[in-house]
C-alpha cells in the first residue's frame, strides 16, 4: 500500500486517537433536557465564571488576539431542531455559516487588537457540537474556499475540536512543537 495523497486543506497530521468525525446524533431525550434546563445551569456557571474572573484579577479579553472559539452551552430553537432532526445536508448549512461568522469575527477582532498583523496568527476552534454529522476532512474542504485550512501541528494529543488557521499564515504553524 502506498502513502495517503497529501491534503491540501490541511497542515500537519492527527495525533494518534483524534476522532475525526462525523458523530453521533445525540438523543432526542438529552437535547431536550438541556433546551429545558439551560436556563438554570447558565445562571450556575456564569456565577462560578465571574467569581473566578475576580478571583483571579485578570479581565475579560486575555489570550491570543484574534482567536475565536465557536460552540455556545446554549441551546437556541434552531439549533435544538438541528440536532433533533437534521441530516448531513442541515449540518453542512450549519458548519459553513458558522464558520463564515467565525473567519468575520476574527478578522474584526485582529483589526482591533493588532491592526499592524504583528502578533500570532489568528486560530477559530471548532467545537463538535457545530460540525456533528461532518467529518474533518469535510469541515477542511468547507474551509478551503473561505481561505483557511484545519492544522492540526499545535495539537497537544486527542482532541475532538477543529483549528483552522488563514491559508496565508498557515506557514507560522508548519513546525511541530517539538522542533
Known amino acids: 500500500m502506498g502513502q495517503q495523497p497529501k491534503k491540501p486543506y490541511w497542515v500537519g497530521e492527527p495525533p494518534a486517537g483524534t476522532p475525526l468525525g462525523p458523530f453521533r446524533k445525540r438523543s432526542r431525550a438529552g437535547v431536550y433536557a438541556q433546551f429545558i434546563l439551560q436556563p438554570l445551569y447558565s445562571v450556575a ?10 478571583a483571579s484579577g485578570a479581565g475579560p479579553g486575555g489570550g491570543r488576539s484574534a482567536d475565536v472559539e465557536t460552540g455556545s452551552m446554549w441551546l437556541s430553537r434552531r439549533k435544538m431542531r438541528l440536532e433533533l432532526d437534521g441530516g448531513h445536508e442541515d449540518w453542512e448549512i450549519w458548519t459553513t455559516q458558522t464558520l463564515a461568522n467565525a473567519f468575520a469575527r476574527s478578522a474584526t477582532l485582529r483589526a482591533k487588537k493588532d491592526p499592524d498583523k504583528t502578533g500570532p496568527p489568528p486560530v477559530v476552534t471548532l467545537d463538535p457540537m457545530d460540525r456533528r454529522l461532518l467529518s474533518a476532512e ?14 492540526w501541528t499545535r495539537h497537544e494529543g486527542p482532541d475532538d475540536k477543529l483549528r483552522l488557521v488563514p491559508r496565508a499564515q498557515a506557514a507560522a504553524f508548519r513546525t511541530s512543537p517539538a522542533e
Open 45 to 54: 456557571i456564569g456565577a462560578l465564571w465571574l467569581v473566578a474572573l475576580v
Open 138 to 151: 469535510e469541515v477542511a474542504r468547507i474551509a478551503e474556499p473561505m481561505g483557511w485550512l484545519l492544522m
